[in-house]
């Protein structure tokens, strides 16, 4: 603790106003009928103490700011006591911060965390499963869609909870990290720590206790789900804007990203020419009566020539070929049962799609740009 002529080295942040010029006094006073002229009680009374703790735990920063200056009249002797009231007012904001969080009326979010922590688990476990091959067995391919499905719940059920209105709740927490961050200031002081003058880290403050570490882990999930919204809508939004591409085109994508973005992959946007080049091998399988990935068409061959001769500028991937529907979600249950066509829908490395449905005949290109 610091008299008054050394604190002078570690300037107050709390300026007095004229709410403290009242406030101080008041405290202060609660403890004026127990000193003398002669002899300054080196113990603070305990009702002094008591009214102090309050004031720190008040949302009024001036209330805050006055009870911590109460403490340093009493000069160092006052110290221990002041650090004593610091740490029990540190503990009593994580109180106040788990009623917040552990309420789920001031906490839309209380289930976040276990269900982002769930859907981090199942994701993982369930992409292993994507990534098998079950040689196109139909017991196998049942099982792996009851797994994608049950995955699909529990992602819906975390960005509806993702989608909740944060602002009540971060206010609240946020007069607690100003406090917390006070708190640790003024121990710092007594403890002979240099302070910063630059406005206070409250993450670094919520850290501080078990209850904030709880809110951050939970608002970074929100983050992390609310991304994944965010990337999905922008996908869909610049595919939607794809002028060239037909009803047919835009639907599979669309459908393909819903399930790629369970697993947190990277999102496919339509390529003009990679489209091209897919409509073109399912016209030609079409009109010639073929279906395989090699062309008996000069210069389109293989996947490779196609894309190069519709002008594709990029790295092309995969392929995939259908044959039996014109629906779009036909062509992906197909794809999805047939162990290196899913593989090929649920690749890592791809940025970019073309499809190219003509009549009943697919054909699906993957890229990189």
């Not at 459908?255 to 369970?262: A, M, T, V, Y």
């Amino acid at each position: 603790m610091r008299n008054s002529g050394i604190e002078k080295k570690y300037p107050s942040p709390y300026h007095i106003t004229d709410t403290m010029k009242i406030l101080v006094p008041l405290i202060f006073g609660l403890a004026a009928p127990l000193l003398s002229a002669q002899e300054i009680e080196p113990a603070i009374p305990p009702l002094a103490q008591k009214k102090a703790l309050q004031w720190m735990l008040n949302s009024d920063p001036e209330k805050r700011a006055a009870a911590y200056r109460t403490f340093q009249l009493f000069g160092d002797e006052g110290g221990s006591i002041y650090r004593r009231t610091l740490e029990k007012a540190r503990e009593l904001h994580g109180s106040k911060l788990a009623d917040l969080l552990d309420n789920e009326r001031t906490n839309p979010f209380s289930e976040l965390p276990e269900i982002s922590e769930e859907l981090k688990t199942e994701r993982d476990r369930i992409y292993v499963l994507i990534k098998t091959d079950y040689k196109k067995a139909a017991d196998k391919i049942q099982m792996l869609h009851r797994e994608v499905g049950s995955l699909k719940k529990l992602n819906q059920k975390a960005r509806e909870i993702a989608g909740n209105d944060p602002e009540t709740l971060d206010k609240s927490v946020e007069i607690i990290a100003s406090s917390l961050a006070e708190i640790i200031r003024e121990i710092n002081i007594i403890d002979e720590v240099e302070v910063e003058r630059e406005k206070p880290d409250l993450d670094a403050a919520l850290k501080e206790v078990y209850e904030g570490e709880v809110y951050l882990k939970n608002r970074d999930a929100v983050g992390r789900i609310r991304k994944e919204i965010a990337a999905l809508t922008s996908a869909r939004a610049v595919n939607d804007a794809a002028e060239w591409a037909n009803s047919s085109q835009k639907f599979f994508t669309h459908h393909l990203n819903e399930f790629r973005s369970l697993f947190a992959l990277t999102l496919l946007r339509l390529e003009e020419k990679l489209s091209d080049a897919a409509v073109g091998h399912s016209q030609n399988m079409a009109a010639m009566g073929f279906f395989a990935h090699q062309s008996p068409v000069k210069g389109k061959k293989s996947p490779g020539d196609r894309a190069r001769l519709a002008g594709f500028k990029y790295r092309w991937s995969g392929e995939n070929i259908f044959m039996g529907s014109s629906s779009p979600v036909a062509a992906y249950n197909a794809w999805f049962g047939s162990d290196g066509h899913r593989f090929i829908m649920f690749a890592k490395g791809p940025n970019l799609i073309g499809i190219g449905p003509h009549g009943q005949h697919w054909t699906m290109m993957t890229g990189s740009k």
